[in-house]
């Protein structure tokens, strides 16, 4: 459902620090932070640690987070993907999805994100982001979390914290 991605968006935009020339590079650290999150999850649970579902759902609201402000930074129009939020996914645990091959994916997928970013090919940005979008459907129906589900919780959460503070910085590291 694309009118409700627009409107996640806007809650975004009004949460969205943004750090001067830093803004892109942290967009893209922040995104790559949150796939670990997600990693660190099935490491857990692989461990015998136990399952995480709310640790899981909120990495990926924030994976879904940081997609959005990637739009909203390079001025891209919507993904593809979005219309496809809130369609029911068949969430049975018999989906045949091959997680070591949807990490791969979304690894390399990771990789063309920088490069593109770095060249400021913003048609390939676009392109790499759909293609993120659909393999983190999967990654959401491998785990049985729905989709809008995990955006309006992203929404509640951003309403309940403060909008940050415009922070320039001006810092070579």
């Not at 806007?10 to 650290?29: C, E, I, S």
């Not at 676009?126 to 729905?146: G, H, R």
Request: negative net charge; hydrophobic residues 40%.
């Amino acid at each position: 459902m694309a009118e409700y991605w627009n409107k996640y968006k806007v809650a975004v935009r009004d949460n969205m620090a943004t750090f001067g020339k830093y803004t892109k590079t942290m967009l893209l650290m922040g995104l790559t932070a949150e796939v670990g999150k997600l990693w660190q999850c099935t490491m857990n649970e692989i461990a015998g640690q136990g399952t995480n579902q709310e640790e899981r759902q909120l990495s990926l609201g924030d994976i879904l987070w940081y997609v959005a402000a990637m739009e909203l930074h390079f001025g891209l129009p919507s993904s593809v993907h979005t219309r496809y939020i809130s369609t029911p996914m068949n969430l049975s645990p018999d989906h045949g999805l091959d997680l070591f091959g949807m990490q791969n994916k979304i690894s390399n997928e990771l990789g063309v994100l920088a490069k593109n970013i770095k060249d400021q090919a913003l048609s390939d940005l676009q392109y790499t982001l759909n293609q993120l979008l659909a393999k983190f459907y999967d990654v959401f129906i491998y785990y049985s979390v729905e989709p809008l589900a995990t955006l309006k919780e992203s929404v509640e959460i951003m309403e309940e914290e403060n909008k940050p503070e415009v922070i320039d910085h001006q810092k070579e590291f």
